[in-house]
């Protein structure tokens, strides 16, 4: 059985600070995707990123960069100069190979994050 | 370029009434999968559907729970006889294959009164 924990239920930042959600995560499979979504309060989710066990290299998008360690089963994901706008639920989930269906996702239970002007 | 479309938006019923949650996916897709987002809780998968077959229902409750994706017209994830626990916001998701990434609607939010 697969498992994702975001330990950290809220955070609150004030803006431009730098902060950093966490992810950590639980398979036997050795195949396997990691994602972040947003879910503004409007409620859709918006897709950030995928990354599959195979490539450990971090990533950078913008104001956005995600860590994979694989050592310690993380996925953690910073944003850097943090907007009014970035306030929303933030949800890490994973998928794996086995499955046959990529998209059988695996969340955790969410991140609030509120940036106060 | 329509994305994944699901309605109502939000719908209210009664206790004891039959709710029906649509989701037509992206031109082209084939897979649809439905989620579930309790208060207060992540989402949790529910069933995962192909065309006019259900390919994996492990998350659905055993009762009162039902999806369907015919050949044509969108899918469907039916609730009988809804009870207040039911209350939750529904996601529809959609791929083009088995393994390609999926595309989330914007949710249905279901208020049981």
């Known amino acids: 059985a697969q498992k994702v924990t975001q330990a950290q239920t809220e955070i609150s930042v004030v803006e431009k600070e730098d902060v950093t959600l966490d992810c950590v995560y639980e398979?036997?499979?050795?195949?396997?995707?990691l994602f972040w979504y947003k879910q503004p309060p409007s409620g859709e989710l918006v897709f950030l990123i995928r990354?599959?066990?195979?490539?450990?290299q971090n990533e950078i998008s913008g104001r956005y960069s995600w860590n994979f360690q694989k050592s310690t089963s993380s996925f953690n994901f910073t944003i850097t100069a943090s907007q009014v706008v970035d306030s929303a639920v933030y949800f890490c989930?994973?998928?794996?190979?086995?499955?046959?269906?990529?998209?059988?996702?695996?969340f955790g239970k969410g991140i609030t994050l509120s940036v106060r002007p | 370029n329509a994305g994944v479309m699901q309605n109502p938006r939000h719908l209210v019923r009664r206790r004891g009434q039959e709710a029906r949650l649509r989701c037509s996916p992206m031109?082209?897709?084939?897979?649809v999968y439905w989620y579930r987002q309790l208060p207060e809780e992540g989402l949790k998968f529910m069933v995962y559907?192909?065309?006019?077959?259900?390919?994996?229902e492990s998350g659905m409750p055993k009762e009162r729970f039902s999806a369907e994706f015919p050949k044509e017209g969108p899918s469907i994830l039916r609730i009988q006889q809804v009870v207040r626990g039911d209350s939750a916001a529904y996601f529809c998701?959609?791929?083009?294959?088995?393994?390609?990434?999926?595309?989330f609607g914007q949710g249905t939010r279901l208020t049981v009164v």
């Open positions: 998701a959609s791929s083009g294959q088995r393994n390609t990434e999926a595309f």
């Open positions: 398979t036997r499979d050795t195949t396997y995707y």
């Open positions: 990354r599959n066990s195979f490539d450990e």
């Open positions: 989930a994973l998928s794996v190979a086995t499955t046959g269906a990529n998209s059988k996702l695996t």
């Open positions: 031109k082209g897709h084939s897979h």
């Open positions: 559907l192909q065309k006019e077959n259900i390919i994996d």
